[in-house]
């Protein structure tokens, strides 16, 4: 599904996604509701916000390795 959107990477813009972090707030927030998570304490509306947040992180975390793929072929 992913791979006519990574088809398109060039070198550079594979270099950014690879360096890309999240922001120190949405990073926070994501830290709380994992705290919440754990001790079993999320709202439902909490627990909906932390779904997005994992499937969110899951695809990028694919982006990202694909990414890495194609610097480490350039490199090759």
Do not use: S
Request: with cysteine.
């Amino acid at each position: 599904m992913l791979q006519p959107v990574t088809d398109c990477l060039t070198p550079e813009v594979a270099r950014r996604i690879v360096d890309a972090r999240l922001d120190a707030e949405t990073q926070a927030r994501i830290d709380e509701l994992a705290r919440k998570a754990n001790r079993g304490t999320l709202t439902v509306q909490e627990r909906d916000e932390y779904a997005e947040f994992v499937e969110y992180i899951d695809l990028v975390g694919i982006i990202k390795a694909k990414a890495r793929l194609l610097l480490q072929q350039q490199d090759g």
